[in-house]
């Protein structure tokens, strides 16, 4: 109880915490909202499994380069220009995804919304694990909350357009606005941000052992979490039978569930080590997908929904931090490094288990998922982990 005290007492949030917490978030409502924009824009464009996944490939493919160069734009640029100069980028990528009327189109725009969102959210993690040194778990867990906030609103909105007969896209849209808007006001907040404190972005060498353990961690749980985003829609649609608008709506369950999962993911990890609470976000991750995926009636496939998101929602925020923990003054390199593991992840599972449905069935693909779960429990339940990073 003492060490969670510790930490609570060393972290404050003001503006630039709330600033970054905002900006993370809105880069996650538009990743978040991509499997349902793909089932509708599929739909229209007539497009396949292995089309739709390569936009899903793309934006992952983006990821994974921006954890390359990250730390080198960082270097040269400096964090907060870093952050808006990426952030512009971003807006870019999604105007030629909205504007695209045919797949290289749109595909491309994935690819840059993917590689600029990522390195937006490089400088903005490692302007907080900078700035709150130990108690960056609190922080990153937080920021991992809200980011969940805005991940839920996702599908409801472009659910909610579709059905009332506006046009998805204006969903889309609204990251541009409130990036204007916090281009317009935040400015002078992330200024000059972390430059008296440690300089995560100039400490170089090898990162730790420890460090890949969590990078291994970070590719298997990404890969189920946005498998079960970017596919979910169509499992409810084509398994669960429900309508395009109801499956596309209802997967607003699973990200509401990791909006709750993460908000008490960021009380606990005050009082409780980080080795304990991934145990038991892997039993119930696991459990609930299991659950979600072999459920004989959609009351059953919503609750696994429900669980599975409830587990899956601890296991990045966790890991990030245990991993940056391991490597404080590489903080920049660490984030930057975590990027390729996410990015990785979800530029082949998406596509794997979009491959495995053409020549399936989603039911028989989803079992890729289940096995990527089972995995995280391994890796969790027989790896030493350290008792709070």
């Given at each position: 109880?003492?060490?969670?005290?510790?930490?609570?007492?060393?972290?404050?949030?003001?503006?630039?915490?709330?600033?970054?917490?905002?900006?993370?978030?809105?880069?996650?409502?538009?990743?978040?909202?991509?499997?349902?924009?793909?089932?509708?824009?599929?739909?229209?464009?007539?497009?396949?499994?292995?089309?739709?996944?390569?936009?899903?490939?793309?934006?992952?493919?983006?990821?994974?380069?921006?954890?390359t160069?990250?730390?080198?734009?960082?270097?040269?640029?400096?964090?907060?220009s870093?952050?808006?100069?990426?952030?512009?980028?971003?807006?870019?990528?999604?105007l030629?995804?909205?504007?695209?009327?045919?797949?290289?189109?749109?595909?491309?725009?994935?690819?840059?919304?993917?590689?600029?969102?990522?390195?937006?959210?490089?400088?903005?993690?490692?302007?907080?694990?900078?700035?709150?040194?130990?108690?960056?778990?609190?922080?990153?867990?937080?920021?991992?909350?809200?980011?969940?906030?805005?991940?839920?609103?996702?599908?409801?909105?472009?659910?909610?357009?579709?059905?009332?007969?506006?046009?998805?896209?204006?969903?889309?849209?609204?990251?541009?606005?409130?990036?204007?808007?916090?281009f317009?006001?935040?400015?002078?907040?992330?200024?000059?941000?972390?430059?008296?404190?440690?300089?995560?972005?100039?400490?170089?060498?090898?990162?730790?052992?420890?460090?890949?353990?969590?990078?291994?961690l970070?590719?298997?749980?990404?890969?189920?979490?946005?498998?079960?985003?970017?596919?979910?829609?169509?499992?409810?649609?084509?398994?669960?039978?429900?309508?395009?608008?109801?499956?596309?709506?209802?997967?607003?369950?699973?990200?509401?569930?990791?909006?709750?999962?993460?908000?008490?993911?960021?009380?606990?990890?005050?009082?409780?080590?980080t080795?304990?609470?991934?145990?038991?976000?892997?039993?119930?991750?696991?459990?609930?997908?299991?659950?979600?995926?072999?459920?004989?009636?959609?009351?059953?496939?919503?609750?696994?929904?429900?669980?599975?998101?409830?587990?899956?929602?601890?296991?990045?925020?966790?890991?990030?931090?245990?991993?940056?923990?391991?490597?404080?003054?590489?903080?920049?390199?660490?984030?930057?490094?975590m990027?390729?593991?996410?990015?990785?992840?979800?530029?082949?599972?998406?596509?794997?288990?979009?491959?495995?449905?053409?020549?399936?069935?989603?039911?028989?693909?989803?079992?890729?998922?289940?096995?990527l779960?089972?995995?995280?429990?391994?890796?969790?339940?027989?790896?030493?982990?350290?008792?709070?990073?």
């Amino acid at each position: 109880m003492s060490a969670g005290t510790s930490l609570s007492t060393k972290f404050v949030r003001d503006d630039l915490c709330w600033l970054v917490y905002l900006m993370i978030g809105n880069y996650c409502y538009l990743a978040a909202g991509m499997g349902p924009a793909m089932n509708l824009l599929s739909s229209e464009l007539h497009l396949s499994y292995s089309v739709s996944a390569l936009h899903f490939s793309a934006w992952s493919l983006g990821v994974l380069s921006a954890g390359t160069f990250g730390e080198r734009v960082m270097r040269k640029f400096g964090k907060p220009s870093t952050a808006w100069m990426a952030g512009t980028a971003l807006c870019g990528g999604i105007l030629v995804f909205l504007s695209g009327v045919n797949p290289i189109v749109t595909i491309l725009g994935c690819l840059i919304c993917g590689f600029n969102g990522s390195i937006m959210c490089q400088s903005l993690c490692t302007i907080m694990a900078d700035r709150f040194a130990e108690a960056r778990v609190i922080a990153i867990a937080e920021s991992n909350f809200v980011a969940s906030i805005f991940c839920s609103m996702a599908p409801f909105l472009i659910g909610t357009c579709y059905r009332t007969g506006l046009n998805w896209r204006i969903a889309i849209v609204l990251p541009i606005v409130l990036f204007l808007i916090f281009f317009m006001f935040g400015r002078p907040i992330i200024a000059g941000a972390n430059e008296s404190g440690p300089k995560g972005i100039q400490v170089t060498g090898k990162l730790p052992p420890f460090y890949w353990l969590c990078w291994l961690l970070v590719i298997f749980s990404v890969a189920s979490e946005w498998s079960i985003i970017y596919w979910g829609a169509d499992f409810l649609e084509k398994v669960a039978k429900l309508s395009k608008a109801d499956a596309t709506t209802d997967l607003t369950v699973f990200l509401i569930a990791m909006v709750f999962g993460r908000f008490v993911g960021s009380r606990l990890v005050r009082i409780y080590p980080t080795q304990l609470l991934l145990r038991c976000t892997s039993i119930l991750a696991l459990s609930g997908f299991l659950t979600f995926w072999l459920g004989n009636s959609v009351f059953v496939n919503i609750g696994g929904l429900v669980l599975a998101g409830l587990g899956v929602a601890n296991f990045y925020p966790l890991t990030l931090s245990a991993a940056i923990g391991s490597a404080p003054d590489q903080a920049g390199k660490a984030t930057s490094r975590m990027s390729i593991a996410s990015g990785g992840a979800t530029l082949f599972a998406p596509l794997l288990l979009g491959i495995f449905a053409e020549r399936s069935n989603i039911f028989s693909a989803y079992g890729l998922v289940a096995g990527l779960l089972s995995i995280c429990c391994v890796i969790v339940f027989l790896s030493k982990w350290q008792s709070r990073s």
